[in-house]
């Protein structure tokens, strides 16, 4: 005989949501309501990547070591230089394309994951972009962070690879009209390009790019992640 009667429930814990992650929660509803949100994906090769990324920079101050975001980020500056219609927001209907790469890179903190945007990083050499990574990500880590930090962003970009992620939909940071997503690298087999019938091995890279499909295209999100391989797959210029 069964009860009609709902299965009892033991709260375990209680707790109302911080001003930081109602910000969050908020802007996660806005985006998923008004963007047409739609994602593609590319394997890429990271060798090159991880090279430059191997490398010790002279900066303005003491030499640093640029981690495979940092490389990340000049390839896709360089990538949205050639795709200005992903280095943009869509507000009141209009497509708004800006000059400027601010890069929101995302970082974890215990309130949720929050993005800092570097300015201007179309400017920087590779040295800059990572001393100043650094700092900002000091700083959104031990709370010394305004709102301005979060904001004038113009494209995003978030990494769960460090936690051993193979693939996500990032959600689009409104009013933006893209964001990429980074994965974990791993050993794949790939074709030997010596020869007809081998194979070889080579570490390669997942990227998964959500955009706005009220205003751009998959074949434009294919066009924009085919630029940026090709960039990564020379990435080791930037340490020039």
Partial sequence: ??????????VADERSLSPMRR????????????????????????????????TELGGDGEPVEPSVVDVLVCALSETLAEHPAFNATFEDGTHR???????????????????PVLEDVGSKSLATITAERRRLTERV??????????QG?????????????????????????AILGVNRIREAVVPDENSEHSVGTEKRLTLDLSFDHRVVDGADAARFLGTLAKHLGDAEQYVE
């Fill in 97 to 115: 394309v800006y000059e400027e790469h601010n890069l929101g890179v995302a970082v974890d903190i215990d309130d949720g994951l929050v993005t």
């Fill in 141 to 150: 880590q031990t709370g010394q962070y305004s709102m301005s930090t979060f």
């Fill in 1 to 10: 005989m069964t009860s009609d009667e709902p299965a009892e429930r033991t």
């Fill in 23 to 54: 910000t969050i929660a908020s802007r996660l509803q806005e985006s998923y309501q008004e963007a047409v949100h739609v994602t593609v994906s590319r394997a890429v090769s990271a060798e090159s990547m991880l090279a430059a990324a191997d």
């Fill in 153 to 177: 962003g113009t494209f995003t970009v978030s990494n769960l690879g460090p936690l051993g992620v193979d693939s996500f939909t990032p959600v689009i940071n409104p009013p933006e009209v």
